[in-house]
Nanobody
Framework: QVQLVESGGGLVQAGGSLRLSCAAS????????MGWFRQAPGKGREIVAG????????YYADSVKGRFTISRDNAKKTGYLQMNSLKPEDTAVYYC???????????????WGQGTQVTVSS
């Protein structure tokens, strides 16, 4: 069992930056791949970025490539999403999730945080 708690969301102007954190409890965080997803009002949940259990490989949605960076610190049981050059279309609730296997679809992920709101004003 893994419990996840996101933090770091907020209101920021376009062009600004935020850093989201995902704190995990449980002994097996380092055994899971981790993903960051987002869901805007009226839209489905989409993957933003993913990282393998070791941190050796990453994945980014085309919409955030070059602007967002995913990372993890297994010793601290914490994952991160650094978001730079934010745009109004990045506005959404952001969720972290972990999966025993690599995947980009939400149904690949077993445990989810409660989400943190990110709002980017123009």
């Amino acid at each position: 069992q893994v419990q996840l708690v996101e933090s770091g969301g907020g209101l920021v102007q376009a062009g600004g930056s935020l850093r989201l954190s995902c704190a995990a409890s449980g002994r097996t965080f380092s055994s899971y791949a981790m993903g960051w997803f987002r869901q805007a009002p009226g839209k489905g949940r989409e993957i933003v970025a993913g990282i393998t259990y070791s941190g050796g490989s990453t994945y980014y949605a085309d919409s955030v490539k070059g602007r967002f960076t995913i990372s993890r610190d297994n010793a601290k049981k914490t994952g991160y999403l650094q978001m730079n050059s934010l745009k109004p279309e990045d506005t959404a609730v952001y969720y972290c999730a972990v999966s025993p296997s690599w995947g980009t679809e939400p149904n690949s992920y077993d445990y989810w945080g409660q989400g943190t709101q990110v709002t980017v004003s123009s």
